[in-house]
């Protein structure tokens, strides 16, 4: 997207009028981002909101995808807000020490966490993958998400 080029996000946006639960807007949001059906995902529940740089809050949805990783990348086609999608193992997120914070100042004191998604590790429809760095909203959920996960 113009406000975002060359980071990762999951797919995502704003909720509408008549969307009353995030579920309601991640699954709208899944469809038309991928043009996969509703039939390929199952939302599981939410995780405590983020807030951006910009102190928009994001209610992230976790899911879980019914179809292989295989069939999700044969099928799934751009709406235009995305150039490239990616999968990485969570083995490899949820190692802590593949984990790197710095801080951000603004309207207070935070932690940004980073990832860096090695190249061999990522599963991609393009062919010169490259390394990524997950940071910023995106790492935050998954960082969040991982409290939970080893928290139980």
């Known amino acids: ?37 509703l039939d390929t995902i199952d939302c599981l529940g939410y995780l405590p909101p983020v807030m951006t740089a910009r102190m928009q809050p994001i209610i992230p949805v976790v899911a879980r995808l019914k179809i292989s990783t295989e069939q999700f990348f044969s099928e799934i086609k751009s709406n235009g807000e995305w150039d490239e999608s990616l999968a990485y193992p969570w083995e490899q997120l949820k190692n802590e020490n593949g984990w790197e914070y710095g801080w951000r100042h603004s309207y207070s004191k935070s932690a940004v966490m980073f990832h860096v998604l090695k190249s061999s590790q990522v599963v991609s429809l393009e062919q010169n993958v490259k390394d990524h760095i997950l940071w910023g909203a995106t790492a935050q959920m998954i960082w969040n998400f991982m409290k939970l996960y080893f928290n139980k």
């Open 1 to 37: 997207m113009p406000t975002h080029g060359g980071q990762i996000a999951f797919f995502g946006g704003h909720k509408k009028a008549h969307e009353e639960h995030p579920f309601d807007v991640a699954l709208r949001e899944y469809t038309e981002e991928t043009q996969l059906s």
